[in-house]
Every structure is written in structure tokens, then in C-alpha cells.
């Protein structure tokens, strides 16, 4: 599984941005499809998350509820994150993460990062 994520940038506090993760590869089970984050000098930590194949098991971190929101397309391909009223302390680098269960013999269960895209929120 290859995910390839982007959307990241520079951004004036108060102000938005929509981060997209792709997922190709072949997949049997989509468990998780989520975003972590880290900031410089601090653990990577979760920052939101689609559990299974419904699209309103959430698992969002307080700090970000009421301003982030996540979501998925409909073939689970792609996961999203829009991030409205951007503070400063959310700049980080901001990684798409899933967690699969593989098409192989026999089936397998991994997880995969993306590669991380900054996100900058000057004040």
C-alpha cells in the first residue's frame, strides 16, 4: 500500500486548509485511515481517525474538536482533514496513517505512513 498525501502550506491563523492522503495498493479490510501529527521537539501524536467502514466511527483528539474534520470517498481511497481556524500551535508535520489488511496468501495486516506535509500557522 502507497499513500501519498499533500495539501499542506502556509497559513495565517485564523485560516484553513484541506490535507488529502491517496491509498493505492490491495487491500482486502480498511480498519483505520487517519492523520497524526508532529511538531518539532514533540511526539507524533493522533490527530484524527475513521474507524472501520462506517463513516461516523470518528476518533478526533480534543484539541482540534470543533475545527478539524475528517472524512473519506466512498471507495475508502482517499481520507481527508480540514482544518478551519488554524492556530499556531497546530503547525506540525501532518502524516496520513492506515491500518490494512493485505491481499496476499495468506492475508496479512499492516499499517502504512505517508509522508509527512507541513502545516505552518504564523500568529
Known sequence: VQLQAYGGGL???????????????????LHVMGWYRQAPGKQR????AMLG???NNTNITDSVKG???????NPKTAVYLQMNNLQPEDTAAYYCYVDVTGRGTPPFRANYWGQGTLVTVSS
Request: overall charge positive.
Open 67 to 73: 475545527r478539524f474534520t475528517i472524512s473519506r470517498n
Open 11 to 29: 497559513v495565517q491563523a485564523g485560516g484553513s486548509l484541506r490535507l488529502s492522503c491517496r491509498a493505492s495498493g490491495n487491500v482486502l479490510s
Open 45 to 48: 501524536e493522533l490527530v484524527a
Open 53 to 55: 467502514n462506517s463513516n
